[in-house]
């Protein structure tokens, strides 16, 4: 992708400080509320280990230069370290995109590891001066906290409180190398009964994605209240159910182009789209590209 960094505008309104405490974090929530992609910068200045976290669409943020850039979706992140006093970071954020970015000074994340022997970050490339860039596999566990954190709205001082608290356990979760990101087990689950409901209510949906029960109809059919099976099913899989379901078929139709056996109106019927528009602008949306042109990339 080519960052012209002359469209790069200043941070709005939209963007929104979660947490800020000098010298530990700082903790920005960057949102596109508009109907446009929407192109923005910020400046650094001063050395920061730099977190980022797509919350919900592909978001490219780029520093300095177009060629020193990462690429997210919800299912992975980026970790990022220049030594240079002054950094502009550039986003490019979809209609309704949201980043989520952790910006932490370096003696200060230093000094949280450093007890530890250094064993969960390699400090040689820090103390060296070389720049960073990684990117990491999203676990389930930190997309519910990452959901936790934009969505709990507390007054004062208790947001200050629950939000550092946050960041921390946000921390531990993404630096726990021994964490299985592909297992669906969830630590913070009540108890393993509700876990194969939630479990349960996710293969009915993928299993009638055509013709999906209501959620009423779900929570019967599994055995819980509708309260705690839309609040199980977040924390659990990081999404609302039926945002969930439409994820689900949008990817599962992106394997069926792949196979190319069936054509886009079949594959829409297959998935549950009455009108064949409806899909092509659903996944255009989910994938910033059409059924069609998928194909002719294949």
Known sequence: MNFDTSKFKNIDKSTILLFREKGTFTLVNYRND??????QQFELEDNYIQIYFSLNKKISVAFNMEHC???????????????EEDTKVLTTLPPEGELLGLLIPVPYFHSLFAHEGDSFFNFDSIKGGRPIIEEKVVSNS???????????????????I?????????????FNISEETESDH???????????????????MIENMANPP??????KQVGINIKKL????????????????????LDYSKKLLEENKLNVSEIATQIGYSNSSHFIAAFKKRFEITPKQFTKQE
């Open 69 to 83: 850039a990462i690429h997210l979706t919800p299912e992975d992140s980026g970790l990022v370290y220049f030594k």
């Open 142 to 160: 930190l997309k519910m906290v990452l959901n936790q954190i934009v969505d709990k709205k507390l007054h004062g001082a208790l947001q200050n």
């Open 230 to 249: 839309k609040m199980g099913f977040k924390e659990f899989y990081g999404t609302p159910v039926f945002t969930f379901l439409l994820n689900y078929k």
């Open 34 to 39: 508009s109907d446009e992609v929407r192109f």
């Open 214 to 219: 209501s959620l009423e109809e779900l929570s």
């Open 162 to 174: 629950y939000m550092k608290g946050k960041i921390y356990e946000l921390l531990s979760l993404y």
């Open 186 to 204: 969830c630590p913070f689950m009540a108890n393993e009964e509700t876990v194969a409901q939630i479990k349960k209510a996710k293969d009915i």
